[in-house]
């Protein structure tokens, strides 16, 4: 009788990576659709972006439709009405990719549902999105729902975060039920990295909606203080660097795996960066390349954030297989024995 093979988890507790039946590994074609998914998402958020920040948000006052009579832009509409309709079609190429997950993972739906689940919930995340951006347009661009608009965004951002990182398990990994690579004392961090980051964000989103950038300019401000409201986006910017600084020192101090500090590391940097762009713009009174750049940095900052808390929370984390891992540490030690 064939025995599987046993590897240890992170919380030293042996399990079974032979790969069982009906546990593929994703196909090179489905790992390339999650990443476009990924990429597409954070593209339509930065198209939106010079949507708003060139005035162009009733650039198509009508919604399906461009104008009452027309499906698309007309002349007369002139380039704002270019930049408006160039993002409504690039809703389509985003639909695509989500069809051509969706399609390509079918067949293999009953051995991995969890790809399946997230490529039909990410589908349905674009008429959603349709839908609410139609939503703005009929009220004019009010910056509350504008807001929503952009959340909505971030949380497909987060799932296509997650479909990647699914794509990427090997057969040995879908079987392993690893224990979570953060130990107990570095996963409230990592959950606060996530809230802190979220929270960054929202109230990122209700800054610009007090700001200057309306996406029209006749639409409606929410109101509320800019001034007040940056000192109040800041706070968890704060929390977040040192929930960061702790958590680099805690997985630099203790045998952590390499992963997770990798993850860490590019959160971190993308934090340093937005922060600076952040704090730049501010200073310049908000000039609308560097604000492209700071929802870009929106954008890769929840999927970093993402990134990190899937890493560290999961137990089924992309990277070196169990089996390989038993075996170097076998061939460490027996290299060392000979020494």
């Known amino acids: 009788m064939e025995l599987d093979s046993v590897s ?26 999650a990443v476009a998914s990924l990429a597409a998402n954070i593209a339509i958020v930065v198209t939106g972006g010079a949507v708003r920040l060139t005035a162009s948000g009733l650039g198509c006052p009508e ?3 461009c104008t009452p009579d027309s ?7 002139g380039l704002h009405g270019v930049i408006e309709f160039g993002n409504r079609m690039l809703t389509f190429v985003l639909a695509a990719i989500a069809f051509a997950m969706v399609f390509s993972v079918w067949k293999d739906r009953a051995a991995r549902p969890d790809l399946f689940r997230l490529s039909v919930i990410l589908l349905a995340g674009i008429p959603a ?54 130990g107990r004392t570095l996963r ?5 990295l996530g809230v802190l980051s979220a929270l960054s964000v929202v109230l990122g989103v209700i800054v610009t909606g007090s700001g200057p950038h309306a996406g029209d300019h006749g639409a409606a401000r929410n109101g ?44 971190t940097a993308v934090v340093l960066i937005q922060a600076v762009i952040g704090y730049t ?22 999927a970093a954030a993402a990134h990190v808390v899937y890493t560290g929370f999961a137990r089924r984390v992309p990277g070196v297989d169990p089996v390989d891992a038993t075996s170097s540490e076998t061939v460490q030690s027996r290299s060392a024995g000979r020494r």
């Open 8 to 33: 240890p988890t992170s919380a030293g507790t042996p399990v079974s990576s032979s790969p069982a039946p009906g546990t593929p590994a994703a196909r090179k074609t489905v790992r390339s659709l």
């Open 63 to 65: 919604w399906p439709l």
């Open 71 to 77: 499906l698309t832009t007309t002349p007369e509409m």
């Open 129 to 182: 999105q349709a839908l609410l951006g139609g939503i703005t347009v009929w009220t004019g661009l009010n910056p509350w729902i504008v807001g929503g608009h952009f959340i909505l965004s971030m949380v497909l951002i987060v799932l296509a975060t997650v479909l990647v990182n699914r794509a990427w398990l090997t057969p040995a990994q879908l079987v392993a039920m690893n224990g979570p690579l953060a």
């Open 188 to 192: 409230p961090l990592l959950g606060a």
């Open 224 to 267: 509320l203080s800019p001034d007040l409201m940056t000192r109040l986006h800041v706070v968890p910017v704060y929390l977040l660097v040192f929930a960061l600084i702790v958590s680099l020192y805690l997985v630099h101090r203790h045998t952590t795996d390499g992963r997770l500090r990798r993850s860490l590391l590019l959160l």
């Open 281 to 302: 713009q501010h200073f310049l009174h908000l000039p609308i390349i560097l604000v492209g750049l700071h929802m870009l940095g929106a954008s890769l900052l929840t």
